[in-house]
């Protein structure tokens, strides 16, 4: 696995978090977020049930630029956008 940093929260308080990465040989998006809590995880569960190995984290929407270029970064490297 290569995981390529692609940005952290340009607001972060100190605890590096969140943090967006790449990782080229999975072709998937790893993403460290604030935990989201009950209200919002119960929220969530309406749509449907978040399995043990699953996990719902809060992103801050002025992490758009950086979601973005690690979507770019994902269609350079040839990941299906499909």
């Known amino acids: 696995m290569t995981l390529r940093c692609i940005s952290k929260d340009p607001n972060t308080n100190g605890d590096h978090c969140p ?45 758009m630029e950086i979601l973005r270029e690690a979507c770019d970064v994902a269609a350079e490297d040839g990941a299906s956008v499909r």
């Open 19 to 63: 943090t967006v990465w790449y990782d080229d040989v999975a072709k998937e998006f790893v993403v460290q977020g604030w935990k989201a809590g009950v209200e919002l995880e119960a929220a969530c569960l309406t749509t449907g049930p978040i399995p043990d190995t699953g996990a719902v984290v809060r992103l801050p929407a002025r992490m």
